[in-house]
């Protein structure tokens, strides 16, 4: 992709997937002089929504990466061309900090790890948040196990969102449980919180003690399992990205509701988010075609979660840390005696904005 001037005042993008004249009032909008953008936040001290929508070109020119324009209200500004043809592929921008999801299935031989640095500004912190936007997971070892250190080592990716369930919260066998996550009972793949306004985006998991010999993690990649069903059971996949189905969650303090698809699709079709937690589903009752199709399709949906093809075990080891996105894989456990030993997990949740943001600041720090 490339910018061009033309006839000394037109600017032109040119990629391979569109060619365009580029606004004057959208670059005008752009000028990032001293007296219009504060150089320290990048933020305008100016409203652009008052600019003379007439507002021209003068005279453009090109010199190495830089666009110079003079506009004909008389500011004069410099723009980078690698960061103007940046935004202007749209698509891309849209994608997030990592250009390329990589989905997965059983046969993924390669698991995202990486060894805990103390240092958040660090290269590895870079490379481990690379890993988890790629696969939708990353294991992270080492992680200090005293003194609820899940709590610190969230809040530095961000901040942790709590939830009735606390600012963070203990996995384990309990006898007065609200939740089938404090039994040593099997738990199918499934996403968290789909009874929450909006759902947590991030889980972290962190294993302190683990001295059964069950209780093993599970992992799916939802958005390969609802790309395999797009592509092999297409009638399945229109019903699951259509019908709203209810969740809800209850104990004796809270009742929570919300409502959405198991497979939620964004504007351009793509997937989005995955809703898959067969507890705390309710199906609406729908016309008993449709509701059959959709039984049948919720059932296909389970059946691929469950299979040898797309789920992968292992077990976390103390002070291993598991960081997966909520909106895309489906976790669970294998079925553990209790009388064994103690099997005791910290969770918590973080938003997207906490961990793609420091990202996006390594991301300019490191290249």
Not at 203 to 229: K, M, P, R, W
Request: proline share 4%; net charge positive.
């Amino acid at each position: 992709m490339k910018i061009e001037v033309i006839e000394k005042n037109r600017v032109l993008f040119n990629s391979s997937k569109k060619n365009f004249e580029i606004h004057p009032l959208w670059l005008r909008e752009r000028a990032n002089n001293s007296n219009l953008v504060d150089q320290l936040t990048e933020q305008r001290i100016y409203d652009p929504s008052t600019l003379d929508k007439s507002i021209k070109i003068k005279k453009a020119n090109l010199k190495e990466d830089s666009l110079n324009i003079e506009f004909t209200d008389g500011i004069s500004s410099k723009f980078k061309i690698s960061e103007l043809c940046k935004e202007l592929d749209s698509e891309k921008m849209k994608k997030g900090p990592v250009e390329e999801k990589i989905l997965w299935d059983a046969k993924l031989n390669y698991r995202p790890t990486s060894k805990f640095n103390k240092d958040f500004e660090s290269k590895d912190t870079f490379e481990m948040l690379k890993q988890f936007y790629k696969y939708g997971f990353v294991i992270i070892t080492k992680v200090p196990t005293k003194d609820n250190y899940i709590v610190n080592f969230a809040n530095s990716l961000g901040a942790i969102r709590p939830t009735n369930f606390g600012v963070f919260f203990n996995v384990k066998s309990i006898p007065n449980y609200n939740d089938l996550a404090y039994t040593p009972r099997h738990l199918y793949p499934h996403t968290d919180n789909p009874y929450r306004k909006p759902v947590p985006c991030i889980q972290l998991l962190h294993c302190i003690e683990n001295q059964v010999s069950g209780g093993l993690s599970t992992l799916v990649d939802g958005f390969a399992v609802a790309n395999y069903l797009k592509k092999n059971f297409r009638e399945s996949f229109d019903i699951l990205t259509t019908t709203k189905v209810r969740f809800r969650f209850i104990d004796k303090d809270v009742i929570l509701e919300n409502w959405g698809e198991l497979i939620e699709l964004d504007e351009n079709k793509n997937i989005k988010h995955i809703r898959f937690n067969t507890k705390v589903d309710y199906v609406p009752h729908l016309h008993k075609e449709n509701l059959e199709k959709f039984y049948s399709a919720r059932k296909k949906m389970g059946e691929l979660c469950c299979s040898k093809n797309f789920e992968i075990k292992f077990k976390l080891m103390p002070g291993d840390l598991l960081m997966m996105d909520n909106y895309r894989t489906l976790h669970g456990r294998t079925a553990y005696d209790a009388s064994e030993g103690m099997r005791h997990l910290q969770g918590c949740y973080i938003d997207y904005d906490s961990s793609e943001g420091k990202l996006l600041h390594l991301i300019r720090k490191f290249e």
